[in-house]
């Protein structure tokens, strides 16, 4: 055959390895953009919305941690409220008995597992949520044998980028029900409070060293220890809620939602300064705000999951919108706030929408072992005090029984007194703390209202409290103390110190054995009522196990009474 002969041949050759090559890269090209279902070995790519229906029978029976239940309702919502779900992936090892179907159309598989797609730029955190929902559904598959518990792939095999799907799996599990999006006000609404601090707010008043280490204030010679003002609440849960281990950037996942006002430093220039007359206006602009930026989710649940941090009492903020005279703003009074929950340093009981959380005190652990040492030093401690007081008497207040209490204590060899109108207390916790680990009970009478810090630093010192109003502490911190007040308390009424009784002998009437048993409930709750330094990931837990402080039982508190909200909606 002579070379001529042969071209007639190789052009079929070339034309038959050119169409090939075309077929590969038309084939190629539709697999990639999701129009040719195409499975590359082990990994294979599902339609994150066809798989959340595949799973909304067996979401419908199951329960969490948190009770929320998950319902078919919540699924199709999450659907139709987020528009990167029906664009989502989920990589998983492809057997035959999946029934789960291939995606009509989807973003190349690489950009979903890098998260860089730009249209979709929350692909990777929702491909993390329903990696987690079926997790969380594989023990029931078996039964409705829907899925075959197929493997879900690391990083290194499915090519994700900076961070494992396992850990990602396990992250979104434990995050199920608990999302919180915290809104990103303006300034003026919070950090522009702070650079205000100095005199600005208040000609008298400057509060500018308090708001230092996320509001913990000015460190202190002892590890962990703080000059805390109670005021700066709201800075603390802030700088908590920033680093919080299930916060959202999607508003759409959001379970509940947190507006980060600084209500209460704030309300300094409406109580005392300059705004005085417009106090009946404090948090029209942030409510303003929130209607025009945050429409949708501000309205879905008419404000029933969102909640905001206001760093005093209730009464502060409970003026009467046409009274001029009164003491306070209005802020809480306005209709807008009916359903917000605010967390306050003391409440009004007969409001639903208020709730009570514990006083900063100035202990701030750093790590689950400085608690435990704290805590063990609190259990050694001598006290040879049977009671204590700390405070001043106001004597102005004739319907006190401070100076009762003050003129006992002071009549007796078994009470130690710290007498704040003598020393200074405010910011310098020592003396206090040093007294207080020295008794077996302390008094906590009420002030210019029926709680007080002082209880908190009581608990903080394994001190056992005395109360003598039930609005101090027991319509209070229902999410932070136990239902039963005489786990950890006792418990005297005014009238009775009124009418003469004598707390030494009351107080000798209790047994060693029921004084350590109360002790040994007041340790317990140590962790509970305090506000660790411990931030992001370290606050959950930093090697010893999960430390749920005042901060993360106000959270859990306030999850629970979202889903039981939405829970009886839905009925």
């Not at 070339?14 to 999701?34: N, P, S």
């Not at 941090?309 to 009274?323: E, H, K």
């Not at 908190?456 to 502490?473: E, Q, R």
Request: net charge negative; aromatic share 10%; with cysteine.
């Amino acid at each position: 055959m002579t070379v001529a002969q042969s071209f007639p041949k190789m052009r079929s050759v070339k034309l038959y390895v050119f169409c090939c090559l075309i077929f590969l890269t038309i084939t190629l090209l539709m697999t990639a953009w999701g129009i040719f279902p195409f499975s590359f070995g082990k990994v294979h790519v599902v339609d994150q919305s066809q798989f959340l229906s595949g799973l909304s029978s067996l979401l419908e029976q199951r329960s969490i941690e948190n009770s929320i239940t998950r319902t078919k309702d919540t699924v199709e919502e999450l659907i139709s409220t987020d528009a990167n779900l029906s664009s989502t992936t989920l990589v998983y090892e492809d057997r035959q008995e999946v029934t789960l179907l291939p995606p009509v159309r989807e973003i190349p598989v690489q950009r979903i597992e890098q998260g860089i797609d730009e249209k979709h730029p929350n692909a990777l955190e929702n491909a993390s949520q329903i990696a987690a929902a079926y997790v969380n559904a594989r023990q029931s598959s078996e039964e409705k044998n829907l899925v075959n518990d197929p493997r879900i792939y690391s990083a290194q095999e499915s090519g994700i980028v900076g961070q494992d799907l396992e850990q990602m799996i396990q992250q979104s599990s434990f995050c199920y029900g608990r999302r919180i999006y915290v809104y990103d006000l303006l300034p003026q609404f919070n950090t522009g409070v702070l650079q205000r601090c100095n005199n600005s707010m208040v000609n008298w008043l400057n509060f500018c060293p308090h708001i230092a280490h996320n509001g913990f204030g000015q460190s202190l010679m002892a590890r962990d220890w703080y000059a805390t003002d109670a005021y700066m609440l709201e800075v603390i849960y802030h700088a908590k809620m920033q680093t919080y281990s299930c916060r959202t950037l999607n508003s759409s996942q959001a379970d509940a939602f947190f507006i980060p006002y600084y209500s209460g430093l704030d309300a300094l220039r409406y109580i005392y300064g300059a705004d005085k007359p417009m106090k009946a206006q404090q948090g029209l602009e942030l409510l303003h705000w929130l209607e025009k930026n945050a429409r949708e989710t501000w309205r879905r649940w008419g404000g029933k999951d969102h909640f905001i941090v206001m760093g005093r009492t209730a009464w502060d903020f409970s003026n009467p919108l046409d009274n001029k005279q009164g003491w306070g703003t209005s802020f809480l009074e306005m209709q807008a706030m009916a359903n917000v929950t605010s967390f306050v340093l003391e409440k009004r009981i007969w409001r639903s929408n208020e709730q009570a959380v514990p006083y900063p005190t100035s202990f701030h652990p750093s790590s689950s072992i400085h608690l435990q040492e704290w805590m063990d030093k609190v259990e050694s401690s001598e006290r040879k005090f049977l009671f204590a007081i700390t405070g001043a008497p106001r004597p102005q207040m004739k319907s006190s029984i401070r100076g009762t209490l003050f003129s006992q204590c002071d009549a007796s060899s078994a009470c130690t007194i710290i007498n704040c109108s003598k020393i200074k207390c405010a910011h310098n916790p020592e003396p206090i703390a040093e007294s207080l680990l020295q008794s077996k009970f302390c008094l906590q009478p009420a002030g210019d209202t029926a709680t007080r810090r002082s209880t908190f630093d009581s608990i903080i010192t394994g001190c056992i409290p005395v109360f003598f109003h039930n609005d101090s502490a027991y319509t209070q911190y229902n999410w932070h103390l136990p239902s039963d007040p005489d786990e950890y308390s006792v418990f005297i009424p005014e009238d009775e110190i009124r009418n003469g009784i004598l707390l030494e002998d009351v107080l000798k009437g209790y047994s060693g054995e029921k004084i350590k048993l109360l002790q040994l409930n007041v340790r317990k709750l140590i962790p509970r009522i305090l506000y660790t330094g411990m931030f992001g990931s370290d606050a959950a837990s930093d090697g010893d196990g999960v430390v749920e402080d005042a901060f993360e039982m106000s959270v859990k508190g306030m999850l629970n009474k979202v889903a039981t909200l939405k829970q009886q909606s839905s009925r």
